[in-house]
């Protein structure tokens, strides 16, 4: 996962803070859902629960190419 720069997802270079989502009043499972969505595992966003998500998953449906988290997509999650 990279951000609108193109630079990677970490927690360690501060990318995105959980704290920033949280002040969004965006819910984790609604986060998750979009997650699992963006990596093929669902037709359409909706918010799961994570041990909803472990039956979903499938390592040969991940896309090749890197799954970008930008302002865009946290607006959809803000909507």
Same mark, same amino acid.
């Given at each position: ?12 270079? &501060?990318?995105? +803070? ?5 002040? $969004?009043?965006? =819910? %984790?499972?609604?986060? @998750? ?15 799961? &629960?994570?041990? +909803? ?5 499938? $390592?040969?449906? =991940? %896309?090749?190419?890197? @799954? ?12």
């Amino acid at each position: 996962m990279i951000d609108s720069d193109g630079k990677r997802l970490s927690k360690r270079n &501060r990318s995105l +803070e959980i704290e920033q989502v949280r002040n $969004l009043g965006i =819910l %984790p499972e609604k986060v @998750i859902g979009w997650i699992a969505w963006l990596a093929g595992w669902m037709d359409q966003p909706y918010a799961l &629960r994570a041990e +909803e998500v472990i039956p979903l998953f499938a $390592l040969q449906m =991940l %896309p090749r190419s890197d @799954i970008q988290l930008d302002r865009e997509v946290l607006k959809a999650l803000i909507g």
